[in-house]
């Protein structure tokens, strides 16, 4: 039904309006729903809508008035008088259209309706927040309604986007009416509001800075994924700082409360010598469920040359040797592989040209030959080259060549251990089981892999036939058997040649009907740690307003107040609950924003339908003036390869119209930065090009 047969009645004894004839908007009903349960607002449909104004008894002595909205003529305002020859073509074209000032006019009191029966939920939200969730509450009320027909006769005489006014419903809907009343009349119109599209604007930005900080030097921040690699690199914070990034995130669900201090003393330090504000986000691990640690793979590190298709070499594999703790290699120099060597003397005494020799680990003779010395920042580091295929372990001796001067040979040292995995295909079978113990974790029974997942969340609530994902959707498979402490799935989406699963990835059902606890044992913990040394607090996995109570309690208990509240919606529930959501947290003073996790929603919701999640999800706080944390995946190719992909510079467009993007860690993270960084910069600056006067050609008859 279009908006065309609307009418609107107000009660001016009660202050109560009803529409009659109103259309729902079928994508966005649902969200009106959250927020009228015996709604003042109701709705008709050609169809039984359990939100009939049959629902609002109305007496008899009520007077109303009934605001028609048709498309027909006759209904247009007699006066088309105007002052000058424009607006005469523009109130002629608005004639066309029926009478848009009173279709303006009942949505603008739809929104008041809307604001009005949500009254007692907004008198509870912090006065920080007030402006802000009454905006939501108009947005929302804008899109319960299907308004397609009002937006193109709106475009259609080049006036208000019914699709852009998010931040400012109100004060948009009020300058639109008064606009089309000033086309239409000569005198001028009274139809103003209190609250203003600055007003608006400003509280946005307010609540940006109040959260993240104000931009520096770029319109949206960059925040960055730390982990061990910040402790063992004495330089690494400081070169991502350095880059461009303006906040760190630490993911509790990694590390302990030592390595998040260690992290958290550079980045201050760091950010004081550079003198760039940076803020430090924590996020709560909360109720993921995640394959468990897997036995650690022996610590050897494979070194290759580069060969062509008949396996002879084509370049040398290049090797950054250093003394342990050096630090890695200088950015504009790529290894192939680092190894680091501890020992008395030895590295002061190599030269360009030197040769080591050692023994790899399976007994054979290799050698590398020294080619560049670089200063670095404790001592110096060697670039080397290796022409045979060897594998290098902790305790490999290193000794020169030719050492006439005989200096004590090297240690090889803090090799990592390799990866380990179990590589799964279409149609292989997998067990999941409880068993924590390392010694049976990539143990088979019958050659069928294995792996662990400690959560019991999994366990109760899968069922035969349903579907499970692991790694963010990089494998997919249903599930043939579950019990209490096992459940066999078959593979049935894995890469051409298998695709590898090791320890500590996701997990997803999103098919299963899981019921999680809002903060678990470990969040509550943590919080303690975040509360004192964080500025933002991430809350993992939220869905409903019975886990922002619980956060609301742990908080309160805390007292505080001023550590910003991300709310990261990766669940199904998460996005159908998000305004709820948003205004029961605005019952807080602490600073809000919203980060949208992509690849456990991706998995939750379908890739198909993630492009209009985001979409959604960024109006909504829009409209509640809520900064948005762009989130999971963003050049990732960029940060894992050192190569972007078309499509993922196309994603950092879209989401320069977040308040921040975040980047995951990798190991070309500094470069992913920087282009990042390049890339914020740029769309803040118009290029001007110069294009030259296009002239027709003399010979055209």
Request: charged share 20%; aromatic share 4%.
């Amino acid at each position: 039904m279009e908006l065309s047969s609307l009418s609107l009645i107000t009660n001016h004894t009660s202050s109560r309006y009803t529409t009659e004839a109103l259309p729902l908007n079928s994508s966005s009903g649902l969200y009106a729903k959250l927020l009228v349960s015996t709604p003042i607002i109701s709705f008709h449909t050609h169809k039984h809508h359990p939100f009939s104004s049959s629902a609002i008894p109305k007496g008899k002595d009520e007077h109303q008035t009934t605001i028609p909205i048709s498309n027909n003529q006759n209904d247009a305002d007699a006066d088309d008088d105007a002052d000058t020859p424009n607006q005469t073509i523009v109130a002629s074209s608005l004639s066309q259209h029926g009478n848009l000032v009173d279709k303006l006019k009942a949505i603008h009191m739809h929104a008041l309706a809307m604001e009005q029966w949500n009254a007692s939920r907004l008198k509870h939200c912090h006065r920080r927040h007030a402006m802000s969730a009454a905006n939501l509450i108009h947005y929302l009320a804008l899109t319960s309604l299907d308004v397609q027909h009002i937006k193109d006769e709106l475009s259609s005489v080049g006036l208000l986007n019914l699709e852009t006014i998010n931040p400012y419903v109100i004060a948009s809907l009020s300058a639109g009416i008064q606009m089309l009343e000033n086309l239409k009349s000569t005198s001028l119109a009274t139809h103003k509001s209190d609250i203003t599209i600055s007003m608006m604007t400003s509280k946005a930005n307010s609540n940006r800075d109040f959260l993240i900080g104000p931009p520096q030097g770029q319109t949206t921040h960059i925040m960055v994924t730390l982990g061990g690699e910040a402790i063992s690199n004495e330089t690494f914070i400081y070169d991502v700082l350095k880059r461009g990034a303006t906040i760190i995130r630490i993911n509790c669900a990694h590390g302990d409360p030592t390595d998040w201090s260690e992290i958290i003393t550079r980045v201050k330090m760091n950010s004081q010598m550079l003198e760039k504000p940076c803020r430090i986000l924590m996020d709560l691990a909360g109720p993921k469920l995640r394959t468990g640690k897997m036995k650690p793979g022996p610590c050897v590190m494979k070194i290759s040359p580069k060969k062509n298709a008949c396996g002879n070499v084509t370049n040398p594999a290049h090797v950054w040797v250093a003394q342990k703790g050096a630090g890695p290699s200088p950015p504009h120099v790529s290894p192939d592989a680092v190894l680091y060597v501890d020992g008395q003397d030895f590295l002061t005494n190599l030269e360009i040209g030197d040769i080591i020799r050692f023994i790899d680990a399976r007994g054979k003779q290799r050698s590398l030959e020294i080619s560049k010395k670089y200063p670095v920042f404790n001592g110096v580091g060697f670039m080397a080259e290796c022409a045979k295929t060897c594998y290098v372990q902790n305790g490999t001796e290193m000794h020169i060549k030719g050492n006439k001067k005989r200096v004590p040979y090297g240690c090889v040292v803090d090799v990592p251990p390799r990866e380990t995995f179990v590589r799964l295909r279409v149609g292989d079978l997998l067990v999941i089981t409880r068993d924590s113990s390392n010694e049976k974790l990539t143990s088979s029974m019958a050659g069928t892999p294995r792996v662990t997942c400690s959560s019991g969340y999994l366990f109760d609530s899968v069922k035969p036939g349903e579907a499970i994902a692991f790694d963010d959707g990089k494998i997919w498979g249903v599930i043939k058997g579950a019990s209490i402490s096992e459940i066999v799935v078959s593979i049935t989406h894995a890469g051409p040649r298998g695709t590898k699963l090791g320890p500590e990835k996701s997990i997803n059902i999103p098919e299963s009907k899981i019921q999680y606890e809002g903060l678990t044992s470990k969040d509550i913990i943590d919080l303690d740690f975040v509360g004192a040394h964080a500025d933002m607090v991430g809350v993992s996995f939220v869905r409903n307003v019975n886990d922002i109570v619980v956060l609301k309690q742990e908080l309160e208990k805390r007292k505080l107040e001023q550590l910003g509240i991300v709310l990261k919606i990766e669940t199904k529930d998460g996005v159908k609950n998000l305004p709820i959501m948003i205004l029961e947290t605005m019952k807080l003073p602490n600073p809000l924003g919203v980060m949208i996790a992509r690849g456990d929603l991706a998995v939750e919701c379908g890739w198909e339908l993630m492009a209009d999640i985001q979409e959604q999800i960024m109006s909504i706080c829009s409209a509640a003036h809520v900064p948005v944390i762009w989130a999971t995946q963003v050049l990732e190719s960029l940060v894992k390869t050192g190569v972007p992909t078309r499509a993922e510079i196309t994603d950092v467009a879209c989401g320069r119209r977040a308040s921040c993007i975040m980047l995951n860690k990798g190991k070309h993270i500094l470069e992913a930065i920087a282009t990042l960084d390049t890339i914020l910069k740029s769309s803040s600056t118009k290029v001007k090009v110069e294009v030259k006067p296009f002239v027709l050609s003399n010979h055209l008859s």
